[in-house]
């Protein structure tokens, strides 16, 4: 069981609301990653960091912004949620220095509701 | 273009019986392949992970193969359980960049019934 925490699991908002989603892990990893996932479809990377203070985009175009101050936390941002963001939000982290091989720990997810 | 697909979409077996997930990619230049087990509103959890040399790795239950020449790997499951019941997705990782993209299948939902 990989210790990668996301809360909250359930989040059901109104349009127009800036919302937080909490991502934490305590396994050390350098490596954290966000992926929005749609029912029946593929994961789609939105956001990643190499280590503290390093954030890029992923390959979908997302509304939302990352930071990463502190290696364990890396939280996701919507300054204005719409009902477009409606999805399951999925947060991950990989070990240090193992390259394109290394493996990812995926957390419990975040499925917004939008309304 | 890079992508996975993988089949059949979704599939109902009897607990007990075996069966086999199909998995083609053209992701390029391809690095490694990994299975994931996703259950029903939690994250994906890995199964295996197979550079483009190895040819079948296994995780009890659970055996990948993999053939680099045709783009290809399987996943299956022998005796299955209840428990198996899960989205099952393939993820092929290029050798493109130091992040090393992984490309995502849609899954193959399987329902094991009693």
């Known amino acids: 069981e990989a210790d990668i925490y996301q809360t909250p699991r359930y989040l059901v908002i109104g349009t127009g609301k800036k919302i937080t989603l909490e991502c934490s892990q305590t396994m050390g990893h350098d490596k954290m990653y966000w992926y929005q996932q749609d029912p029946g479809m593929e994961l789609h990377l939105i956001h990643y960091s190499y280590g503290v203070n390093s954030t890029e985009k992923g390959d979908l175009s997302s509304e939302s912004t990352v930071s990463r101050i502190r290696t364990e936390h890396f939280p996701l941002t919507l300054e204005s949620a719409r009902p477009s963001h409606t999805s399951q939000y999925l947060c991950a982290s990989s070990e240090p220095g193992q390259g394109a091989a290394d493996t990812q720990y995926f957390g419990p997810g975040t499925r917004l509701t939008v309304l | 273009k890079n992508q996975v697909e993988q089949s059949p979409q979704s599939l109902i077996i009897l607990e007990g019986k075996n069966c086999t997930l199909q998995c083609n990619y053209t992701v390029s230049p391809f690095s490694n392949l990994r299975w994931y087990k996703q259950d029903t509103g939690r994250g994906p959890v890995s199964l295996t992970i197979?550079?483009?040399?190895?040819n079948t790795k296994s995780n009890g239950r659970y055996t990948a193969t993999l053939d680099a020449d045709t783009k290809q790997s399987s996943l299956h499951i022998t005796a299955s359980q209840l428990s198996d019941s899960a989205s099952y997705i393939c993820?092929?990782?290029?050798?493109?960049?130091?992040?090393?993209?992984?490309?995502f299948g849609r899954g193959t939902q399987l329902t094991v019934w009693p």
């Open positions: 993820v092929a990782n290029d050798r493109g960049s130091t992040l090393g993209r992984l490309y």
């Open positions: 197979m550079t483009f040399s190895e």
